[in-house]
């Protein structure tokens, strides 16, 4: 509830403090009364709903997705439309010239409102697919060109009544015709139930070696009010047997051994380990028992774990981790993830061990990406010579 209400206070002052400009720049100098208080209105009603969200809590969390994406249709262009006007009035009064700043600043806030509402419409679906290559020299010959497959973050509850959107990232997932795929987790966003609408979709993933899982933050159930732990644990139970259910191999703090010819290679899965408040529940050398001397691929949900304790405790070569979401947003590359999580997003390496952060294919707390799309990855493993 916490980190809610830190997200809503933060859309709050985005909001308030570009209106408090423009009112007293430009609506104040309306004659009308009634027209100057009507300025205040949708802000008047986006503060109500935020005092009618943190007094409900629970009861309207499926509302508080739309509530924030109307909240950056609002703040973002008077955001932008102030950010324009206080550039446009310093250069006039440097220069010693006039020119009608609110006019020309109105064009840009419609521009950003437009790219706005596309990523509440169309940019939670727009599925990217990014290729990357990883090189190491201790990677046996015979798997050189070994593709893997990577998505995380599907959060099977926010695509509720929308089925369709998996069944076409599942699709363009399998005409990669990858040798691998691995699903680096949050499946759910806390109950075990929201997948049940997306396991026709899901259990149709298809790749040569299989599909391999691992769990994330969100699957653990914590972000919900249970009865009990034995409820919560029965909820994690059920999740588990569902990703059976699916045809894919859940690791917890497990391995599998993959092999091509006299070749072989580990890949190895840890339960989610993260900083607090997150959970850490890996057990690495469980998880690594046997696979001594091979090259491994590590799959770990967060991606703090390759600092804290990968690149010191293991001779791990690659990890591939999902979590940070990018938060959703990225604006010309950058996106204030970076302040979070200092390897937040794409490909990150020390000497010759690499870490790849998958942005997730899905979405939560509101219905919206703009700039950091939804990812689907192909790694490609190289033999470096």
């Avoid at 804290?308 to 996106?335: P, W």
Wanted: glycine share 8%.
């Amino acid at each position: 509830m916490m980190i809610l209400l830190r997200v809503l206070i933060f859309f709050l002052v985005l909001l308030l403090l570009p209106d408090w400009y423009i009112y007293r720049t430009y609506v104040a100098r309306i004659k009308s009364r009634t027209a100057r208080r009507l300025y205040w209105l949708p802000s008047i009603l986006l503060l109500a709903g935020l005092l009618t969200f943190i007094a409900a809590r629970d009861a309207l969390q499926d509302g508080i997705g739309v509530y924030l994406v109307i909240m950056l249709c609002v703040a973002v262009p008077k955001l932008t439309f102030a950010l324009f006007s206080l550039l446009l009035r310093g250069i006039c009064r440097i220069c010693r010239f006039t020119l009608p700043h609110g006019w020309i600043s109105l064009a840009p806030a419609l521009g950003v409102l437009g790219y706005v509402m596309f990523g509440a419409i169309e940019g939670k679906e727009h599925f990217q697919v990014k290729e990357v290559t990883f090189a190491s020299p201790d990677l046996p010959e015979a798997f050189d060109g070994y593709r893997i497959l990577q998505i995380s973050d599907i959060h099977s509850g926010s695509w509720k009544g929308n089925e369709e959107a998996i069944r076409k990232a599942v699709d363009i997932c399998n005409r990669q015709q990858a040798d691998l795929i691995a699903f680096t987790g949050d499946l759910v966003n806390s109950r075990a139930d929201e997948l049940l609408s997306l396991m026709p979709a899901l259990s149709q993933l298809k790749a040569k070696d299989g599909v391999y899982s691992i769990v994330g933050n969100h699957d653990y159930g914590t972000y919900v009010r249970w009865d009990s732990d034995a409820e919560r644990e029965a909820n994690f139970r059920k999740l588990v047997e569902r990703e059976k259910q699916m045809g894919w191999d859940l690791l917890l703090n497990e391995r599998r051994i993959l092999r091509r010819g006299n070749d072989s290679i580990a890949l190895a899965g840890v339960e989610n380990s993260g900083n607090p408040p997150f959970p850490d529940k890996a057990d690495m050398p469980r998880a690594l028992k046997g696979t001594e001397g091979m090259f491994k691929v590590l799959l770990s949900h967060d991606p703090t774990h390759w600092r804290r304790s990968v690149l010191r405790d293991t001779d791990i070569q690659l990890m591939l981790a999902g979590h940070t979401h990018d938060m959703q947003i990225s604006v010309f590359g950058f996106s204030a993830s970076r302040f979070i999580y200092p390897e937040h997003r794409g490909m990150y390496l020390e000497g010759k061990r690499g870490l790849y952060v998958n942005i997730g294919l899905g979405f939560v707390l509101f219905p919206f990406r703009l700039g950091s799309w939804p990812e689907i990855t192909v790694i490609t493993l190289k033999k470096e010579k």
